[in-house]
């Protein structure tokens, strides 16, 4: 791997220009990728990580403006070079991977003809066909699209999240750049399709030298995929670092409040770390070091002029406290205030209640039984969608249970069933004791409530806060001395009483969800589904949320179901884990005692998917998941993991497997787990 540089970026400043004023997205941004590295780029929401991604292939807004900088790619600066040489740049020597694969893929053309149109605009004239369709099929299946010559005439909505995802890759390395530039590539696929993308972007920089720029908020991943990091904060990088070195002894108090705000299952029982306050507009930019308002460890000259990056072994660290020039200056200044951590849980993780609040018995909820018109045609009966067929699970009173599974398990529609949002097929489900088809809606309605995975989706944008708050007490009629008030049910949110005033779209993320959860609350209810209850917020906001949801469970005595692809999450909230597999529970049992011995092999290939920080964990195997889900209309017969499974049997084939106990409180759906459990002895 060469030392020299393939992209070096050196001072580039950024900004955009709205309703007259200037937000100076990037400061004197420094960055340099040999061939074959991966860098990563972390940082909250709003720092400048997407802006930069963009600035690389300058595929900026109108409103975006290049001020100053240089981009050298191979010898040529790209800021400087005109629309037809960067047209002819961009996809054979630069291409980007976007968050969304929809934004580069056309829903009206097949998958081939893109991929066409990618070839013909960069390759030189004259260029055959053949050779593109032969080129397209290669690349197809060297990010592990079967059937690659076939699939070339589907279209995009005929392929999953994931395929789309290695699709667009594939169309990206069609003209084999020298670098690929990815913006979340991941952030919206489960654990197993993600680890599958990464494994590929890995296996890219094997096979091609391809060199990678990743940015992402997730830092588990970054950790274990990247060899160097820039970690950046309101539009400046504050820290860079080789990743094993910065994740393992960071510099800056802001990378290692964002490393300390990871739930993981090695902090379990205790508060996670948060980052008081958000990232400063950036057209307004306080003087100074722009963390200093929230930094734990400013001194006064923090507030009063802005660190140089100061190089290090390996990097640099803008932070005063690691200037030799500025050491003394730092010391004497004034006292850093106290720490803004949250303070530790009063009660640990501990044994819930036995009393059983809700049991579900051999659910089933099915979907589109009924023959399309098409089908009524030709006489053709369609299979139903059999999102949910036999779950059987109880809840304590007090407990918090993890439902964890790829996209399409069923784990959304399960909690939504639960909560007679949907209607089940067939199957039963009582609710403290009772039967809940006996229980009067209205009556279930103030004892159960849901937090939402888009909490803005679930706030009415026509409502102010304080009446999104007290409207669950006007639906059921509650009398006012019962009422909590607005700036109560605010207060048990860590939020403060001026924000009743404001409209959903004045909050942030995080704000959004404590309003959500505030509002779930009013009604004091005995058991909350969640759903994804930290997708989309950054680190410290949705270590802000675990500490409250936790907080939350131990002083009012709540029942959770937290449904979730982040497992790291479960590991640190939840006392038992359900691992959900197309409509089945495949295992269950205490938390520890699944991480620990997972019985199952679709559980223990989640566990070691899961990014992880601890420089022990990333040096783990991981066991990849082969292919996709299977459609939920036609499950496989006998074991539904089958398809799937390194362990499959003729048995497996051909006979489902119930759940047996595998220890105290553990149970498991495999015909092998005690072969396979005495193979990890």
């Not at 699209?145 to 076939?150: G, K, L, N, T």
């Not at 030799?324 to 640990?348: N, Y």
């Not at 899961?610 to 017969?637: C, M, W, Y």
């Amino acid at each position: 791997m060469s030392d020299k540089p393939l992209l070096d970026i050196k001072g580039l400043d950024v900004s955009y220009h709205l309703d007259g004023d200037v937000y100076a997205a990037l400061r004197d941004i420094g960055l340099t990728v040999t061939p074959g590295e991966i860098v990563g780029v972390v940082g909250e929401s709003g720092c400048g990580k997407s802006t930069l991604s963009a600035s690389l292939l300058r595929l900026l807004p109108g409103n975006a403006e290049i001020d100053r900088g240089e981009a050298w790619l191979k010898g040529r600066d790209m800021l400087r070079l005109g629309e037809e040489e960067l047209r002819r740049l961009r996809g054979r020597d630069i291409a980007m991977i976007f968050q969304d694969p929809m934004q580069s893929l056309n829903p009206t053309f097949r998958i081939g003809s893109q991929m066409a149109e990618a070839w013909r605009s960069h390759q030189a004239r004259g260029a055959k066909f053949a050779d593109f369709h032969g080129e397209a099929v290669k690349a197809l299946t060297s990010v592990g699209i079967p059937d690659a010559a076939e699939r070339m005439a589907s279209y995009p909505h005929e392929f999953s999240g994931g395929m789309r995802q290695r699709i667009s890759i594939a169309t990206a390395l069609l003209l084999q750049p020298s670098i690929l530039v990815a913006d979340e590539p991941t952030s919206a696929l489960d654990v197993t399709l993600e680890a599958q993308i990464l494994e590929l972007l890995k296996q890219l920089r094997e096979d091609h030298g391809t060199a990678i720029v990743y940015v992402s908020h997730d830092l588990g991943t970054v950790a274990e995929l990247c060899d160097r990091v820039i970690v950046m904060y309101a539009g400046r990088v504050v820290e860079e670092n080789d990743a094993a070195a910065l994740f393992d002894n960071p510099s800056h108090p802001y990378t290692r409040a964002l490393i300390d705000c990871i739930p993981s299952r090695t902090r379990r029982g205790a508060a996670l770390a948060t980052i008081p306050g958000r990232v400063p507009s950036l057209s307004a930019l306080p003087p100074g070091c722009k963390f200093a308002e929230r930094c734990t460890m400013a001194r006064g000259i923090c507030s009063e002029e802005e660190p140089g990056l100061v190089p290090q072994a390996g990097g640099g660290v803008r932070c005063h406290m690691f200037d030799p020039a500025k050491a003394e200056a730092w010391r004497i200044g004034d006292q850093a205030p106290e720490s803004v951590a949250a303070p530790p849980f009063k009660v640990s993780v501990k044994e819930p209640e036995r009393e059983a609040l809700i049991e579900v018995r051999d659910l089933r909820k099915h979907f589109g039984e009924a023959t399309g018109f098409v089908g009524r045609l030709l006489s053709v009966a369609r299979p139903p969608v059999r999102a949910i067929d036999g779950i059987n699970l109880t809840i304590r009173r007090g407990e918090v249970v993890g439902l964890v599974g790829e996209s399409g398990s069923g784990k959304t529609t399960l909690g939504e069933v639960m909560l007679r949002l949907q209607a089940a097929t067939s199957g039963g489900i009582t609710f403290a004791g009772k039967d809940l088809r006996q229980i009067p809606e209205r009556d279930f309605r103030r004892r159960v409530q849901m937090i939402f995975q888009d909490p803005q989706a679930s706030l009415s944008p026509r409502q102010r806060v304080a009446a999104l708050l007290t409207e669950p007490y006007r639906i059921h009629g509650i009398a006012a001395e019962e009422q909590q008030s607005v700036d109560a049910l605010l207060a048990m949110v860590g939020l403060s009483a001026d924000l009743a005033a404001k409209f959903p779209h004045q909050l942030s993320g995080g704000q959004a969800r404590r309003v959500g959860i505030a509002r779930a609350l009013a009604l004091k209810p005995d058991f909350i589904v969640a759903d994804e209850p930290t997708a989309g917020l950054d680190v410290s906001a949705a270590s802000a949320i675990l500490n409250l949801m936790r907080d939350l469970q131990q002083e009012l005595g709540l029942t959770f179901l937290i449904i979730t692809h982040n497992i790291n999450l479960i590991a640190y909230m939840a006392h038992r884990i359900a691992v959900m597999y197309l409509g089945q529970i495949v295992e269950i049992g205490p938390t520890e005692a699944v991480f620990d011995r997972p019985a199952h092999p679709y559980s223990a290939s989640l566990l070691s998917l899961t990014s992880q920080i601890d420089a022990p964990e990333r040096k783990r195997g991981r066991l990849l998941v082969p292919g996709e889900i299977p459609s939920p209309r036609n499950p496989p017969a006998g074991c539904r993991f089958h398809t799937r499974c390194v362990h499959a049997s003729e048995r497996c084939r051909s006979e489902a497997p119930t759940l047996e106990t595998a220890g105290h409180g553990h149970e498991v759906a495999c015909h092998f787990w005690r072969h396979i459990d005495q193979e990890k002895s």
